[in-house]
Structures are given as C-alpha cells and as structure tokens.
C-alpha cells in the first residue's frame, strides 16, 4: 500500500515562497500519477497542479498558473510543491495524492494527511 507523508508547510508572508515535499513509501513516484490538492476552510477540496507517471506535467488550476510549480525527484522518492508569490487566498491544507500509472480514472487512491499553509496579509 502507497503512503504519502507530507511537509513544508507553515506561516508566510504573502509575497512569499514555500516549498512541499510529499514523500512516498511503498511505491515509486516514478510509476504514479501525483496531485496536489488544497482545501480552504468552508470550501471543497480544489486540484491544484498534477504530474504523470511519466513527468509531463497537468495543467494547474487558473488561480496558481505561473506561481506554483510541480517536480519530483526519483531518487528521494518525493515530489514537491514550488508555491511563489503565495497570496492569502492561498490559505489552506494542502495534500498530496496519487494513483496507479494505470489508472484511467480520475480518482485518486492514496492520500497523505496535509499539511497546513497559512498566508497572511
């Protein structure tokens, strides 16, 4: 079974920067599709930005085009969240999710257990 641990987050400025990390254990990040998602306290949980098994990146979410960005590094077994230019209504938790290369559904099957953000003003 694939387990998803995630970290990085915390208090910031906006205008600042934080990176996520989501590390894997019980498979490879290399043979998942990965998402990051968010959920703001009152709202649904949004899909942020995506990765495929192969490293071609999904389209993100209109509200963090040009500032948050995804990567992975193979070796560690992680993937990362690059989040720039962080606004307050970036304010969230923050999980990482994957699914089997194999997967032709949208659903995702693993989940970490989030990681809070917070921007202020």
């Known amino acids: 079974q694939v387990q998803l641990v995630e970290s990085g987050g915390g208090l910031v400025q906006a205008g600042g920067s934080l990176r996520l990390s989501c590390a894997a254990s019980g498979g490879t990040v290399s043979g998942l599709t990965m998402g990051w998602f968010r959920q703001a306290p009152g709202k649904e949980r949004e899909f942020v930005v995506g990765?495929?098994?192969?490293?071609?990146?999904?389209s993100g979410a209109d509200a963090v085009k040009g500032r948050f960005t995804i990567s992975r590094d193979n070796a560690r077994n992680t993937v990362y969240l690059q989040m720039d230019s962080l606004k307050p209504e970036d304010t969230g938790l923050y999980y990482c999710?994957?699914?089997?290369?194999?997967?032709?559904?949208?659903?995702?099957?693993?989940w970490g257990q989030g990681t809070q953000v917070t921007v202020s003003p």
């Open positions: 999710a994957g699914k089997p290369m194999s997967s032709t559904s949208s659903i995702y099957d693993y």
């Open positions: 990765m495929y098994w192969h490293g071609g990146r999904t």
